[in-house]
């Protein structure tokens, strides 16, 4: 995959284009049907871009309300690209690219470096200033430069709209089985391992603590029962989100014990699937009895993935 990181100024114009734009954030089952439409319209002769926007609009326009991101503008490229994407355009936002009318952003940034035959969006697509561009923006604009829009949503999961806004609920919830229900994959987590203070190793359970990047959301505090990728291969792992209580600590952070595994992580890239937050983080009397909890969390955990290794042998 092809990554562009803005528009215009491409010099000759990419041909045929089946487009599609937005956040993308998660790359959710909503996202999955859009992009499904684009590569089966692609398939008729054509190539699929996607166009995302970094960092997200409110991160420059408010602030204050910007939400914390499910993926890393890294994660949202690679899960683009394992979905058929040809070219991603992670166009950079800025307060003056905020300010392009509609009819602008389509003219003079997208039809100057795109070809475009086809646009395909969320049934709920806004663009422009104001967000006052919709589906019926496009059309009209499609009708005067020849291209074709088609619209694709909502998609549910039971009674719920699939949207990065539920996933981050979910998310902020501790409630990892329903993020992965609407995601359509299992829900994940990077980071670099980094020095901490060495006390689960103390306390016989060694950690490897996890940077995680900046405006990326972490699940809520407490203890999970997670799948974490160690040279290659899913290994079963207890994750811990917190400030660490027993120990009067304010800053925090998110550690990683590897089961039946003591190699050393430090200044790797680790990845982990959450698969259900075993309990709320809570403060106890001591190391002694932070040892015992622990050990039971691990128990835990190795009951909880086990039943869900054999499910999804079973599936």
Do not use: C, K
């Not at 790359?27 to 996607?50: D, E, K």
């Not at 409110?58 to 394992?82: C, E, I, Y």
């Not at 959301?217 to 990728?229: E, F, I, K, Q, S």
């Not at 050393?264 to 809570?282: A, H």
């Amino acid at each position: 995959m092809r990554v562009i990181r803005h528009l215009p100024g491409l010099g000759p114009r990419l041909p045929r284009v089946v487009l599609t734009l937005g956040n993308f954030d998660g790359v959710h089952r909503g996202h999955q049907a859009i992009l499904a439409r684009a590569r089966s319209v692609a398939a008729g002769g054509g190539q699929v871009v996607a166009l995302t926007f970094h960092p997200h609009p409110l991160a420059v326009l408010a602030p204050q309300r910007a939400p914390g991101m499910v993926q890393s503008l890294h994660d949202r490229l690679v899960t683009l690209r394992s979905l058929g994407v040809d070219v991603a355009v992670a166009q950079r936002f800025t307060r003056a690219f905020s300010l392009l009318e509609p009819d602008a952003f389509v003219e003079q940034v997208l039809l100057r470096s795109l070809d475009l035959a086809h646009v395909v969006v969320g049934y709920n697509v806004t663009f422009g200033r104001n967000r006052a561009g919709t589906a019926d923006t496009l059309r009209a604009l499609g009708a005067r430069h020849g291209f074709v829009v088609d619209t694709v949503g909502p998609v549910t999961v039971g009674d719920v709209v699939v949207s990065s806004s539920a996933i981050r609920r979910a998310i902020a919830a501790g409630d990892v089985e329903h993020a992965e229900a609407l995601l359509g994959r299992p829900y994940a987590l990077r980071g670099r391992v980094v020095t901490g203070e060495r006390r689960g190793r103390t306390l016989g359970f060694p950690t490897a603590n996890m940077h995680r990047p900046p405006l990326v959301l972490t699940p809520a505090d407490g203890v999970y029962a997670v799948r974490a990728l160690v040279d290659g291969d899913w290994r079963a792992a207890v994750l811990n989100v917190g400030v660490r209580p027993t120990f009067g600590e304010l800053r925090r952070t998110v550690e990683v014990h590897v089961l039946d595994w003591d190699g050393d992580l430090y200044g790797r890239w680790l990845e982990i699937e959450p698969v259900t937050r075993l309990r709320p983080e809570r403060r106890f009397d001591g190391p002694a009895a932070l040892r015992a909890a622990i050990a039971d969390d691990v128990a835990h955990a190795r009951r909880v993935l086990a039943v869900a290794r054999g499910a999804a042998r079973g599936s």
